[in-house]
């Protein structure tokens, strides 16, 4: 239980540092890995319509989606 506790509080402290980093930059400049932009790119190309800014869960539902 120890270990675990010691893990969880480890993972608490993780997310908290970057949590107040993607909150504190501009998303256009934040790049988390070296691959960022290729990930991007296929993303883009794979759904090139999606509107990211805001997901609507019933438009990805919808059969043209799918």
């Known amino acids: 239980p120890r270990v ?5 509080m480890k993972a608490h402290q993780h997310a ?3 949590f107040n980093l993607i909150s504190s930059v501009d998303p ?3 790049n ?3 691959v960022d932009d290729q990930i991007y790119s296929e993303f883009r190309r794979t759904f090139r319509d999606l509107k990211i800014d805001v997901l609507d869960p019933e438009e990805l539902k919808s059969e043209p989606a799918k």
Do not use: D, I, N, S
């Open 4 to 8: 675990e506790l010691a893990w969880a």
């Open 28 to 30: 256009k400049f934040l």
């Open 16 to 18: 908290q540092v970057y």
């Open 32 to 34: 988390l890995t070296k």
